[in-house]
Nanobody
Framework: QVQPVESGGGLVQAGGSLRLSCTASDRTFSRLTVGWFRQAPGKEREFVSGISWAEDATRYADSVKGRFTISRDYAKDTVYLQMNMLKPEDTAVYYC???????????????WGQGTQVTVSS
């Protein structure tokens, strides 16, 4: 089973930017749909963004549209989440997850990373 690994979290001021990366050593990573989720303290985990393979279709939560961009580099087996105009409410642990197939659903992700902390100060 693919084991995603996230990196790139940190502390940033409101209005700033961060880029998260998700990668896996398994070659099948390039043929999986990859999603980013986040969980803030006391809240349920929520879908942030996803990217399918083959067609590279993308999907975003309404709360991040226009500010976050998801992309993937097949040569590096890496999916990125570029986060701009960050707000304090974006503070959360961000998780990368994968699911088989190309459907951009927010459900049925079966492999999860350990998460990376993003903190946005006001």
């Amino acid at each position: 089973q693919v084991q995603p690994v996230e990196s790139g979290g940190g502390l940033v001021q409101a209005g700033g930017s961060l880029r998260l990366s998700c990668t896996a050593s398994d070659r099948t990573f390039s043929r999986l749909t990859v999603g980013w989720f986040r969980q803030a303290p006391g809240k349920e985990r929520e879908f942030v963004s996803g990217i399918s393979w083959a067609e590279d279709a993308t999907r975003y939560a309404d709360s991040v549209k226009g500010r976050f961009t998801i992309s993937r580099d097949y040569a590096k087996d890496t999916v990125y989440l570029q986060m701009n105009m960050l707000k304090p409410e974006d503070t959360a642990v961000y998780y990368c997850a994968t699911r088989p197939g190309a459907a951009l659903t927010i459900l049925d992700y079966d492999s999860w990373g350990q998460g990376t902390q993003v903190t946005v100060s006001s």
